[in-house]
């Protein structure tokens, strides 16, 4: 069984700055990508920012720049680093494990909301 808990999420003032962790737990034996999902209320899910297991990023345009996304493998852990935030940044945000344990499949934390103040 894979559990991912994430953790970081709060109310913050327009330019502030987040960290976002998102940990993977239980009969883990890779982890290929790992990814930053976002849904603010009646909107549809979005991607935020992807990090494969070599390290490449990927971000959705608006958040380039502002946003960094990293890991740790040894912890199997993804993080979302996000600075310069906006109004428009509130929204609840999942992170997803591409996970092998005796199968590949994908995971899905449970969300950890970012509300961001003008």
């Known amino acids: 069984q894979v559990q991912l808990v994430e953790s970081g999420g709060a109310l913050v003032q327009a330019g502030g700055s987040l960290r976002l962790s998102c940990a993977a737990s239980?009969?883990?034996?890779?982890?290929?990508?790992m990814g930053w999902y976002r849904q603010a209320p009646g909107k549809q899910r979005e991607f935020v920012a992807t990090?494969?297991?070599?390290?490449?990023?990927n971000y959705v345009d608006s958040v380039k720049g502002r946003f960094t996304i990293s890991r740790d493998n040894a912890k199997n852990t993804v993080y979302l680093q996000m600075t310069s935030l906006k109004p428009e940044d509130t929204a609840v945000y999942s992170c997803?494990?591409?996970?092998?344990?005796?199968?590949?499949?994908?995971?899905w934390g449970q969300g950890t909301q970012v509300t961001v103040s003008s």
């Open positions: 997803n494990m591409i996970i092998k344990t005796t199968a590949l499949r994908s995971y």
């Open positions: 239980g009969n883990i034996f890779s982890i290929s990508v």
């Open positions: 990090i494969t297991s070599g390290g490449n990023t």
